[in-house]
């Protein structure tokens, strides 16, 4: 059974209020999006997602709710459209989503079609899918995975400033969002980014990422 499915209805109510008591002078002051807020208030799986992603400490889940919003504010999550992005950023489908063999969303990076100062938002762009996947998640309740294909990828396409930001995005931003990081064909370049990167994850997290190759993955998608 996943851990989201463990959260009992007292946690959610627990972790409801104590957020809305600690942080109350911020939301007066509007320092959070009204629709998140709204979302807190009446959406009880989007709360069982932050307990689950806080290992059920429900203060640890109450403030990482807290720095998740102030995030999404400041980021203006919520005004990112796929307009905002110019045809060709798209159409290179660095980043996408597809589905499993078994209708599970798949969050997809080709990394060797990143290029490090390439004049194209990245940043937005990951975020812009990565919100698109919560509000999958929300609706569905299935648990995303995120594959990182390697194939034909070298030193150059290592950035190690975006990867530091996708990890935090997932660590912090986007609660319980993915289930596995499957890193397919990575190469010396792959794991000495990886080898950097580990000491900024959580426990947790580190143990949700895997290695395979492309003859392992194939069970899982077409890539």
């Not at 989007?46 to 400041?74: D, G």
């Not at 509000?135 to 594959?147: D, F, G, Q, T």
Request: net charge neutral.
């Amino acid at each position: 059974m996943a851990l989201v499915e463990t959260v009992t209805s007292e946690q959610v109510q627990k972790t409801r209020d104590l957020f809305f008591k600690d942080y109350k002078e911020e939301i007066s002051n509007d320092q959070f999006n009204h629709e998140d807020i709204e979302a807190i208030k009446s959406n009880d799986y989007l709360v069982k997602l932050y307990i689950s992603h806080c290992n059920l400490q429900v203060e640890r889940s109450a403030f990482i709710m807290h720095e998740s919003l102030i995030w999404r504010k400041s980021f203006k999550v919520l005004d990112i459209k796929e307009d905002d992005f110019p045809a060709k950023l798209i159409a290179k489908d660095k980043i996408c989503i597809l589905q499993s063999k078994d209708n599970i969303p798949i969050f997809i990076v080709r990394v060797k079609l990143h290029f490090k100062g390439d004049g194209y938002d990245w940043k937005s762009y990951l975020v812009y899918i990565l919100e698109k996947m919560h509000n999958m998640r929300l609706e569905s309740h299935l648990h995303p995975l995120a594959i990182i294909d390697h194939s034909g990828a070298g030193y150059s396409n290592v950035d190690i400033e975006f990867a530091k930001f996708a990890t935090l995005c997932l660590q912090r931003y986007f609660p319980d969002l993915v289930g596995s990081v499957i890193n397919v064909n990575a190469g010396w370049a792959m794991r000495t980014a990886y080898n950097i990167l580990k000491p900024f994850m959580h426990e947790r997290a580190r143990e949700r990422v895997k290695f395979m190759s492309t003859a392992d993955v194939q069970s899982i998608v077409e890539l």
